[in-house]
């Protein structure tokens, strides 16, 4: 009897054991600066109205123990109302860039990127800003998206699944950009925790409404985390369905390397929905039908993006998986107890 009295102890113990392991908290640095960058791409407007709108008025975007920087990052192409001036700046934030040498013709984005990196950065670094919000405008219809870089990182997976079950039952899609062979180098990369917010349909040089009411809700919700964050809420494990990207697809071209078909009716505007084998892709002016060849389903997004004709990008394959993030708490907690 003595003998199954202790066994009966020992597996409770083992339970209680299991149960403490399994809900074990990371505790992560809180976050005290924030910035949120408008006009990366000149033309890509309801970003740069609410960044002008903050910097004027930033009642709403501040929040207690934390400072949060309004910013303009291309003015230059803001005021041409043109994508960018010389090159796209959210593809310079790499090391060979932003080590260049500073010499008369550098091109105007280059040395743009290397002074926001002074000042938000320097890249990598212990004295980078601790939170980017890019925000952008895109011509495909792809609702309120939030875009992560780095499937690890379970303060911004936190993030994008407080910011989705805020917006619920609205459809807030997450797009990871992880990739070993496509290299973006983004301008918000300059942070510790880079947060990507593409919203549209929206024509390039044009500001609607309900797209900037999305983005302007999409950056609260997200400020609100990471207020709750700093003040010590927990937020425990959880996990979020991401699109991951996977290869960009162009468009059919000819000899001379002109575009020679164009998105199918059927697939113009079904961001986020899947594509299947024989699905019609790209149709040509003789009415030729191109079609999918695939093994599996894959989830088309940034479909005629009209910034990436110049970039040789009809679309981009995705597919679905899961990210989970470890139940997290700041650790500005330990420090105020010790």
């Known amino acids: 009897l003595l003998y199954h009295y202790f066994l009966f102890c020992f597996q409770q113990f083992l339970k209680l054991l299991k149960s403490m392991t399994s809900c074990s908290v990371v505790h992560k640095p809180p976050v005290r600066r924030v910035a949120i960058f408008g006009g990366t791409h000149g033309n890509e407007l309801s970003g740069i109205f609410l960044v002008k709108h903050w910097q004027e008025n930033g009642a709403e975007i501040q929040r207690t123990g934390m400072e949060v920087k309004p910013f303009l990052t291309n003015p230059r192409a803001v005021k041409k109302c043109t994508r960018y001036i010389d090159c796209d700046l959210n593809r310079v ?18 040395r743009r990127a290397q002074e926001i990196n002074h000042i938000f950065g320097p890249k990598g670094s212990d004295d980078a800003y601790d939170l980017i919000f890019d925000l952008h405008n895109t ?7 939030l875009i992560l870089e780095n499937s690890r990182d379970d303060f911004t997976i936190q993030m994008f699944h407080y910011i ?28 510790k925790h880079p947060v990507g ?42 996990t979020i369905e991401v699109y991951k990207i996977m290869e960009k697809v162009d468009y059919p ?5 002109e575009v020679i078909a164009i998105i199918h009716p059927k697939l113009q505007d079904q961001d986020w929905q899947p594509l299947n084998n024989g699905d019609p892709l790209f149709l040509t002016l003789d009415g030729e039908v191109i079609a999918y060849k695939g093994d599996g389903t894959v989830y088309p997004t940034f479909i005629n993006e009209a910034a990436y004709y110049e970039k040789k990008q009809a ?11 470890e139940h997290i708490r700041s650790s500005v907690l330990d420090r105020n107890s010790s």
């Open 93 to 110: 934030f790499d090391p060979d860039n932003l080590g260049r040498t500073v010499v008369e013709d550098i091109p105007y984005e280059v």
């Open 139 to 145: 011509t495909s219809n792809m609702g309120g998206t």
């Open 164 to 191: 989705k079950n805020a917006l619920a039952p609205e459809c807030c899609p997450v797009l990871l950009i992880e990739h070993p062979n496509l290299k973006y180098a983004t301008t918000r990369s300059v942070a």
């Open 197 to 238: 917010v593409e919203v549209g349909p929206q024509p390039q040089g044009v500001v609607r409404a309900d797209t900037l009411d999305k983005m302007r809700k999409i950056v609260k919700h997200g400020l609100d985390f990471v207020h709750l964050f700093n003040e010590g809420k927990e937020f425990p494990a959880c």
């Open 253 to 257: 071209r000819n000899k001379n390397d």
């Open 315 to 325: 679309f981009v394959k995705t597919v679905k998986i899961e990210l989970t993030a």
